[in-house]
């Protein structure tokens, strides 16, 4: 592939709660039409440093940078307006809101409605409520939404409202989506669709941040894979490097104290494409027991 402009910069990225340390030095790079994930244990700083990067919270210290505009602590809708649309791991759709209005919601950016305009019902404000409907539809074709359009998205099913809060967040037509656990709930057939989805927005031109936990997703999709520890980042690179790096096979694999977690163990080196007895032979003494 050509060489590609650097879309945004993560430059150590910090954001504490408290004594929490959510996010501890994180800096990465996306580039236009790159699909990068970002994956970590459960608490190590994802969501967190999602959420600095499309403004719900304001960074400790560190810099994001898009195109080229410092964007650190900017308001959500200023952010929004700049590029970056994102998903969130636990849906924030409207719930008493027709499907096709959800998606219709995504754009009152750029509906270039003004106060009269809607309360006259001019011309123009037909035409426009015209042009969003038509867009709508779109997207929700686009994403592969195949459940109904006129009732509210609370009557839908977990997989179809992910699809919904999806394609209401393309329809900002930002050239940076963040979609934050895009696959969880979902079942094998939908991921599959999902998967697809990810490389289609990604052929519109638009790059793709993940946040997920679904390992076979991550390695298939992914073009880099940056990984969060307890909010410290541990590695960036391409999936293989990923797969075989011993600080993250540490990360995910070094905590079986006990047998539930021990199978969770097994199940996630499966995932990662690991025998177990390589996760052993990669598992580091514990300190103070040789
Ligand atoms: N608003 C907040 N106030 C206080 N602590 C927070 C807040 N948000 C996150 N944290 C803490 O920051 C740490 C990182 O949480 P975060 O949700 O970013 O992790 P994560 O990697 O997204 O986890 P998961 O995979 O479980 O979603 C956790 O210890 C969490 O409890």
Redesign the pocket.
């Known amino acids: 592939m050509t060489e590609r402009n650097v879309l945004l910069e993560v430059k150590d990225l910090k954001i504490q709660?408290?004594g929490?340390k959510?996010v501890d030095g994180l800096s990465f790079t996306v580039h236009e039409q790159e699909i990068v994930s970002v994956i970590?244990p459960?608490?190590?700083?994802?969501?967190?440093?999602f959420n600095c990067i499309s403004g719900f919270y304001k960074p400790t210290s560190g810099n994001i940078i898009l195109q080229g505009t410092d964007i650190t602590g900017w308001r959500t809708a200023n952010i929004a307006k700049a590029g970056i649309a994102r998903t969130f791991?636990n849906l924030r759709l409207f719930p008493d809101l027709t499907v096709l209005d959800n998606v219709r919601a995504g754009m009152h950016l750029y509906g270039g409605q003004n106060f009269l305009d809607a309360i006259l019902h001019t011309p123009r404000f037909k035409r426009n409520e015209r042009f969003l409907t038509d867009e709508a539809h779109r997207w929700l074709d686009f994403v592969g939404y195949e459940g109904p359009r006129g009732v509210s998205v609370s009557n839908l099913a977990y997989g179809q409202q992910r699809l919904v809060e999806i394609a209401r967040a393309l329809a900002r037509k930002t050239p940076l989506i963040l979609l934050d656990?895009p696959g969880a709930g979902l079942n094998h057939g939908e991921k599959a669709q999902l998967l697809d989805l990810v490389r289609r927005i990604q052929a519109l031109g638009m790059a793709v941040v993940l946040?997920e936990?679904d390992m076979g997703l991550v390695m298939e999709v992914s073009e880099r894979i940056v990984v969060?520890n307890f909010?410290k980042e541990i590695a960036d690179g391409l999936p293989a490097d990923i797969k075989a790096n011993p600080a993250v096979i540490e990360a995910y694999l070094g905590r079986d104290d006990d047998e539930e977690e021990a199978a969770q163990i097994a199940a996630d080196a499966t995932q990662f494409g690991i025998g177990t007895s390589a996760i052993r032979t990669q598992k580091p003494r514990k300190e103070g027991k040789e």
């Not at 459960?42 to 440093?49: E, F, I, P, R």
Request: net charge neutral.
């Open positions: 709660f408290g929490v959510a970590g459960n608490g190590a700083g994802k969501t967190s440093a791991q656990e946040i936990h969060l909010g």
